[in-house]
């Protein structure tokens, strides 16, 4: 028929420009993985073909949302999980629990990784997080704890209560508070290890030295504070783990690496792991409205482990960015200002709008802290003067699927008077 031969000439006009032969899906692995851990990295780059397209410099992202629990938290709950257990801190079904004070993706994922491993998971979080988290918590069996947001100078600071509940949680009742053994290192490394499960026991009321109590300590409940501000297994799941990844599946060919920092685990580890594949790499930051990161780095204000005055609330900064941003020092930080070469501030409007521009061009549907680094990712090109060909990395956290409350919710930004403006990213990405 007349329409057949139309169909049929339009796609052979088509076929001039475009391949129509479907291609294959292809596998991310070809084995069978061991339950829900062995679906945890290995996540795949992915061309941000819009911006990548304007700019003529490839932006890849690491496709991170694709992990089991939703977010590159997955790799940082297993790997304090497993090294917690290597150190003989955990054990699995003897009715140990595991505590975290956080803001939500590493919650979710730490309650996925306990429970695959014989845990339970306690999660305290300041009570002004997006809905969305505290439900998938729920969902995954965690006992969620939720305070009114506090300095990290204030004991009901959620991170401070996550500590003390572990510490006290298992704790044999003749022992008194006050004992001044009452002291677990919180930063865990390998050489200390069995001076940790002493000073632990001891502080729970076991005497390692006795074989009854001993017996007895190996199989009763513990309570383990995770930590991911100052935990090492953190810095380790991206230096041993992500970092080599984004080096393979590049070919080694990167010219920086962009990043928001909640702990800095992931700038921290990734940044170093590729500089010390090539010390060119460009190490840049990306930092929301409130955060006083990009002022240490850009100014070097001062930076300590309690929250400098002035930025003590960050929470009452109003941020639609979750996730990133921190005003104190801490061991993961610590690793990573060293070799931050630049840092960026990012509004909420560009983030916001980034995020709409990207579901526009390329249907990708991102959370607050991916589309902040891709603001930054832009402005680096820009900066950098870059236009032919080279390539810049950066982690896409989360999907929007997380955010619908706050950074997806229209009516919520236009309250809070926050534009969504694709012009915002059109001039971001206006030739110079
Ligand atoms: N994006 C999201 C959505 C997060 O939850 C976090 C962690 N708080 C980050 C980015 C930052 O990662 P990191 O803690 O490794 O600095």
Redesign the pocket.
Known sequence: STSFALYYQSRKRHRLTTNFAPRPIELRSDEVLSGVTGLIGNTPLVRINSLSDALGVEILGKAEFLNPGG???DR?ALRMIDDAERMGLLRPHTGSRIFEGT????GISIAMVAKARGYDATIIMPDDVAEEKVKALKALGATIERVRPASIVDKKQYVNLARQRAKNFGKRDKIDASDPTANVPQLITSSSSSLVVTTTALHVGFDMEDPQDNEEFLTKPRGYFAD?FENRS?FDAHFDGTGPEIWRQTNGRVDAFVS????????AGIGRYLKSMNENVVVALSDPEGSGLYNKVKHGVMFDRKESEGTKRRHQVDTVV???GINRLTNNIDLALPIIDDAFRISDAEAVSMSRYLVQNDGLFL?S?SACSLVACVKLVRRMGWAEGQRVVTIL??SGNRHYSKFWNDEYLRKANIPIDPRIVEDLLQPL
Do not use: L, P, R, Y
Not at 103 to 106: E, K, Q
Not at 261 to 267: E, F, H, L, S, V
């Open positions: 977010s590159v938290k940082v803001v939500g993706s590493t991911q953190n928001g920092a909640g702990t800095g685990g992931t700038i979750e996730g990133i959370g802290s956290c989360d």
